[in-house]
């Protein structure tokens, strides 16, 4: 019926259905329009709009000048921007930030994903030549290098530098939110795999004064990672290897793997999972933390925007919980329990304990 044009002329003039037929045809309009509202906001994050009505509402013609576009454009972009909830109208010609716009503001996690996204969108251009070609082959699988790189661990440093910034820039996002759900005061060591430039730490250590830090990634991040954290000089030791190949550090009596696993195939998180297990004593604990495909409200978060971004990565997906602990079971876990999180679509979190061995007698 709603792939009939008869029944959607007749549904959009009943009154008891016309209001479900609108919503419907804002639905459909918004996926179609969604690439020109993710442009707009570009647009305002790289002209510094956000920042400037920080300051308080602005004329038309003081944003003109400011933001150095003609008034015709400023005006467009404007109006843009009011009409995506960015901003909002003071009066008739002036500005001020709008309930998106001010959650913006000094947000650098967030402007560093937006900015970030210029290059998802380059790879994108063509989507079928890329599902009919398979990922890897763009921008963003060479801005991820060690996703499509046969021995990441010799990447340099210019190599990793980039993404290791955004990962850093972007790490407030889900440290607070983890650490709400499971605060790790009752640990003394923590080794947290794939750790970048040590962001996840850093945000362990302030929370967490009496646990030791241990971060594991490839060699050159590593690198980067014991400058970040010498501050904490004592307490945190940096390792450099490939989970793929080197045994992790042991020590720890939990293991984090925050926006890891989803970065790989099943067979490599396999590997690093029994890594994880190989490196934990019989008590010990994993805790995973990532965006999921069954996240309830969210669902076109996973399947939909990691699907495709990570098919341009050349590598991972995102996956439901429910995979996810049968991942766990298979690699010498309890298959663990998830934790509520304040805001599931950043990041949600599952906590799992080494298997015990079963005995057997004799």
Same mark, same amino acid.
């Given at each position: 019926?709603? !792939?009939? &044009?008869? $029944?959607?002329?007749? /549904?959009?003039?009943?009154?008891?259905?016309?209001?479900? #037929?609108?919503? =419907? !045809?804002? &639905?459909? $309009?918004?996926?179609? /329009?969604?690439?020109?509202?993710?442009?707009?906001?570009? #647009?305002?994050? =790289?002209?510094?709009?956000?920042?400037?009505?920080?300051e308080g509402p602005q004329t038309v013609d003081v944003l003109t000048q400011r933001l150095a576009l003609s008034r015709e454009s400023a005006i467009r972009l404007l109006d843009a921007a009011v009409s995506l909830q960015l901003l909002v109208r003071?009066?008739?010609?002036?500005?001020?930030?709008?309930?998106?716009?001010?959650?913006?503001?000094?947000?650098?996690?967030?402007?560093?994903?937006?900015?970030?996204?210029?290059l998802l969108y380059n790879d994108l251009r063509d989507p079928v030549d890329m599902l009919r070609k398979g990922g890897g082959q763009g921008e963003l699988a060479q801005y991820w290098s060690y996703a499509v790189t046969s021995d990441p661990a010799q990447l340099q440093s210019e190599r990793v530098a980039d993404y290791s910034a955004?990962?850093?820039?972007?790490?407030?996002?889900?440290?607070d939110e983890v650490l709400d759900a499971y605060p790790m005061t009752n640990h003394r060591c923590l080794l947290d795999v794939g750790g970048g430039e040590g962001g996840f730490l850093a945000a362990v250590a302030?929370?967490?004064?009496?646990?030791?830090?241990?971060?594991?990634?490839?060699?050159?991040?590593?690198?980067?990672?014991?400058?970040?954290?010498?501050?904490?000089?004592?307490?945190?030791?940096?390792?450099?290897?490939?989970?793929?190949?080197?045994?992790l550090p042991t020590g720890a009596d939990i293991v984090s793997l925050v926006r890891v696993l989803h970065d790989h195939d099943d067979e490599?998180?396999?590997?690093?999972?029994?890594?994880?297990?190989?490196?934990?004593?019989?008590?010990?604990?994993?805790?995973?933390?990532?965006?999921?495909a069954d996240t309830p409200g969210a669902e076109a978060m996973g399947d939909a925007y990691f699907g495709f971004y990570l098919l341009a990565m050349g590598s991972g997906r995102a996956r439901t919980a429910e995979r996810l602990r049968e991942l766990l079971l298979e690699c010498g876990f309890d298959g663990g329990r998830q934790l509520a999180t304040r805001l599931p679509i950043q990041t949600r979190v599952i906590v799992a304990k080494v298997k015990s061995a079963v005995k057997t007698g004799g």
């Open positions: 019926m709603l !792939a009939s &044009a008869r $029944f959607r002329r007749w /549904a959009a003039a009943f009154p008891l259905t016309r209001p479900i #037929a609108r919503r =419907r !045809a804002r &639905a459909l $309009f918004d996926l179609c /329009a969604g690439f020109v509202y993710s442009q707009v906001l570009l #647009a305002c994050v =790289r002209l510094r709009v956000f920042e400037i009505l920080a003071r009066g008739r010609e002036r500005y001020a930030l709008g309930t998106l716009g001010a959650t913006l503001v000094g947000n650098a996690p967030v402007l560093s994903m937006i900015e970030h996204h210029a955004l990962m850093t820039a972007s790490q407030p996002l889900v440290a302030t929370r967490v004064p009496a646990i030791r830090l241990m971060l594991f990634d490839l060699p050159a991040v590593a690198n980067r990672a014991r400058i970040k954290l010498a501050a904490f000089a004592g307490r945190a030791s940096t390792y450099g290897g490939s989970f793929l190949v080197d045994a490599v998180v396999r590997k690093i999972l029994r890594a994880v297990r190989s490196a934990l004593p019989p008590d010990g604990v994993l805790l995973v933390a990532e965006p999921m």
